[in-house]
Every structure is written in structure tokens, then in C-alpha cells.
């Protein structure tokens, strides 16, 4: 096992994700930040629109950032701060836009309305993990077909 981590290289095994699944390293940091939200919010169960989830996603990203910029092992054009940057904007667009208008959109901070079936569908467990399911199934469509 110690062995196993010493021979992993984190920008290695970005660089295979996006060889296997054809994608630019672009589509990938949005698709991931769509994933680590959905996941983040069934784990956390919280609504992706909620702060918690989206905290998720900016240490997620922080993290692999902050790696990128640090690493001197393996050459890229990741290690400088306006790639840096480019990619923590690409990951965080859709999760932030989600967090700030997802709940002005259906008015989600009422229990009463027309809307309020909704919420209750949201906080149930079947609901969420058919929703992951959606979310992985999508996911893995969309890079088979790509």
C-alpha cells in the first residue's frame, strides 16, 4: 500500500482521466465541480443549492489548486497562477450560479405555495438517490458519446 501511494502522481492521473474520456481538461473541471456538488449534497443532504455543498467544492478545488501550483515533480502548464485561476473559475461557475439563483428562481425559502411539494420531494431519500444515479448515468453518457 505505501508503495501504491509513493508511485501516484496526482497530475498523472489527470492527465489519463482526460485521455480516456476525450475531454479538454476544461469540460473536465466543470463536470467535476458539478459532481463533487451533487455528491457533497447527498452525503452532506443538503440541497446543491445550499452553502454547505458549495463549500465543498471550493476546498475540493483549493486543494487540487493549490497542488497544481506546488508541484515541481511533473512539468505542466498547470503551475502558474492564471492557469490556476482559470481553472478554480471553470470549476466554481455552475456551483456558484446554482447556490446564488437556484433559490430565487422557485422561491425555496417558503414552506407554503405552489412550490412546496417540491421541497418536500427533495428532502426525500428516494429522491436523492435517484438523483445521484441521474447525475453518475448522465455523466458517464455523456463521456462515452463524446
Not at 476525450?22 to 440541497?47: E, K
Not at 439563483?101 to 420531494?121: Q, S, T
Amino acid at each position: 500500500m505505501n508503495r501504491l501511494l509513493e508511485t501516484f502522481n496526482w497530475s498523472i492521473a489527470k492527465m489519463d482521466l482526460s485521455e480516456i474520456t476525450g475531454l479538454p481538461d476544461d469540460a473536465l473541471h466543470v463536470l467535476t465541480g458539478m459532481l463533487i456538488l451533487t455528491l457533497a449534497a447527498y452525503v452532506l443532504r443538503r440541497p446543491p443549492w445550499t452553502w454547505r455543498p458549495w463549500l465543498v467544492v471550493v476546498i475540493a478545488e483549493t486543494v487540487n489548486e493549490a497542488y497544481d501550483l506546488t508541484q515541481t515533480l511533473f512539468p505542466t502548464d498547470e503551475g502558474n497562477l492564471r492557469a490556476s485561476l482559470h481553472d478554480f473559475w471553470l470549476t466554481l461557475i455552475w456551483p456558484t450560479l446554482i447556490l446564488l439563483l437556484w433559490p430565487r428562481f422557485i422561491g425555496i425559502e417558503h414552506d407554503a405555495g405552489p412550490l412546496a411539494p417540491l421541497r418536500r420531494l427533495w428532502h426525500s431519500r428516494e429522491f436523492l438517490i435517484g438523483f445521484a444515479a441521474a447525475t453518475l448515468i448522465g455523466l458517464c453518457a455523456a463521456i462515452f458519446f463524446w
